[in-house]
Every structure is written in C-alpha cells, then in structure tokens.
C-alpha cells in the first residue's frame, strides 16, 4: 500500500495537483485494502486517470475476481474494520464499479478544475 500512496502522490505533484494528495491517496488505500481484503489474492492493481477535458480525477483499482463486489455496510461501532466504502463515499465526489472481461474496477472521482486557463500539468 505505501508504495501505491508514493505513485499516487508523484503523479498528483507531477500534474500539478498537490492539493488532492491527501484525499487521493486515502481514496486509493481505501479502494486497494478493499480489493486485496474481499477479491481474493488473484491480484490487484492501481491505474489513476486524470481526464483534462471534463475537470475530473479519476482513481481505479483493478482485480480479478467479478463476482465478488464491493457493497457498503453499516460498520458495528468499535468494528476495526468496515468503513472502507463509506470512506470512499464521503471523500470522493463519485465512485461505482465496472465489470470487466477480466474482473471488476473500482473507480472513484474527485471534481478537479484546472487551476487556470490554458495551463495543463
């Protein structure tokens, strides 16, 4: 996980976009211990997208396993674990899955205005 939180926020300064590390790498340690804990070890992996045109940064993780998919529940409150998806549904502005051919995506997006006119990371 540390080393998805380090890519993530590389690419996030390296676009510019320092001010969504935070929300972003929690967003992404969140999705990738949800797929690593409930899809099986067949594997995952991190990709993040950050769509220009439409001011959206989209963070995805990938696994291999399609029928079995994230659902949010109602945490029991001294639970350690549980709150994944809520968190996810707080901090980000959107967030679904997709079902693949090979598996599922997990994606969620935060609204990310370019800082000025003309200027692209």
């Known amino acids: 996980m540390p080393a998805a939180r ?6 996030l ?6 001010h969504f590390v935070e929300r972003a790498e929690l967003l992404v340690s969140e999705l990738l211990t949800n797929a690593i804990t409930h899809a099986s070890a067949n594997g995952a992996s991190v990709g993040i ?8 940064l989209r963070l995805e993780v990938r ?9 949010p529940h109602e945490p029991v409150a001294d639970a350690e674990r ?3 998806l809520r968190i996810v ?28 006119e003309g200027h692209l990371p």
Not at 6 to 11: D, E, K, L, S
Not at 13 to 18: E, F, T
């Open 6 to 11: 380090t890519w993530v926020r590389q690419m």
């Open 13 to 18: 300064k390296r676009w510019d976009l320092a």
């Open 49 to 56: 997208v950050l769509t220009y045109g439409s001011g959206t």
């Open 63 to 71: 696994d291999r396993n399609a029928s079995k998919l994230p659902v």
């Open 82 to 84: 549980g709150r994944g």
């Open 89 to 116: 549904g707080v901090y980000a502005d959107r967030w679904a899955v997709d079902i693949t051919r090979d598996g599922k995506t997990v994606w969620c997006e935060l609204d990310a205005p370019l800082q000025s």
